[in-house]
């Protein structure tokens, strides 16, 4: 029986999802993906080059919907369609076209995290677990019956892109077991409760600033959710820009009143108002690492007060 599957994906999921795909034997006609954005820097494995290795054509087109694009699909006459961290939605008519359906991997428990940036939204809400799900696409975002899902813990000292390389190996995890029995016809679909779950959408540098009147764990999710490779959380003192790029949570009760970030030793803290504290692990000033001389020389003191 024939295994046909046009494939449109992105980044690190993109790409190990792809090479799933090809260790399980299903031919692959096409792959559709994105063109870098020059604005973002890449830190992830590209689905252009795999292509290029297994020699699969491979299109870059600026709209997936656009009838170039579903000529191309229709002509490679698909069983299956996939989509792995492709960043549009699929219409109607491309959703269409594969005879035994269309299928997405999200980063998430769904229907909880809908939407985008799904591991770091888990991150910054302090949630304990997130995961990979496999689902039949319709055109509304994350929305189609649940196929199957492959959860992984969330520590509580995690970053995202931690949490990310969880996601993926679950993604590989998930494939590996349940495409053999799509193939076979014996999987099973599950409506989603969208009411029960949870849609967010993207997030953008702008969103890592500090909102000071939070708590300490709010403070630390918010760090630990954009850190880098993402653009990282920042807060203004004096007009100048300050970046906290990581962070370690253990609940410790603050050393003083309000928000204000402090040295003690080489070690630097901020305390929050709810009377906790975090500890700062890299914090940036003009790109450059802050140690506690550098602090001094940069602010005249060891301690900052900050805006709330």
């Not at 792809?18 to 792959?31: D, H, K, S, T």
């Not at 054509?57 to 191309?72: E, G, H, S």
């Not at 190996?169 to 969208?194: I, S």
Request: proline fraction near 6%.
């Amino acid at each position: 029986m024939s295994q046909r599957s046009v494939v449109f994906a992105y980044h690190e999921v993109g790409v190990r999802s792809l090479a799933v795909l090809l260790e399980l034997g299903l031919e692959i006609p096409l792959v559709v993906t994105h063109e870098d954005d020059p604005a973002e820097r890449r830190w992830f494995a590209s689905v252009r080059e795999l292509c290029a290795w297994a020699g699969i054509p491979c299109i870059v087109p600026t709209k997936p919907n656009a009838p170039a694009v579903v000529d191309a699909v229709r002509a490679a006459a698909p069983d299956w369609l996939f989509s792995f961290y492709y960043r549009r939605l699929l219409g109607a008519e491309l959703l269409a076209l594969p005879t035994r359906g269309a299928f997405n991997l999200h980063g998430s428990l769904l229907p909880q995290y809908r939407g985008r940036a799904p591991v770091n939204w888990a991150v910054l809400h302090g949630e304990r677990q997130t995961g990979a799900s496999l689902h039949r696409m319709v055109e509304a975002p994350d929305a189609g019956a649940l196929v199957d899902q492959q959860a992984v813990p969330i520590l509580s000292n995690d970053t995202a892109d931690r949490v990310f390389g969880r996601v993926v190996c679950a993604a590989e995890t998930l494939l590996l077991r349940t495409v053999p029995r799509m193939l076979a016809g014996t999987h099973q679909e599950t409506a989603l409760d969208l009411a029960a779950g949870s849609y967010y959408g993207g997030r953008r540098p702008a969103d890592g600033c500090v909102d000071w009147t939070r708590s300490a764990w709010e403070v630390h999710n918010l760090i630990r959710a954009v850190a880098p490779p993402y653009p990282g959380a920042f807060t203004a003192v004096g007009g100048r820009r300050l970046d906290l790029l990581g962070s370690h949570f253990q609940g410790e009760p603050a050393r003083g009143a309000g928000a204000r970030l402090y040295w003690e030793g080489p070690a630097c803290y901020v305390d929050c108002r709810d009377g906790r504290r975090t500890r700062i692990t890299r914090l940036t000033l003009a790109d450059e690492d802050l140690t506690a001389e550098r602090f001094r020389a940069a602010f005249g003191s060891d301690i900052l007060e900050l805006p709330s």
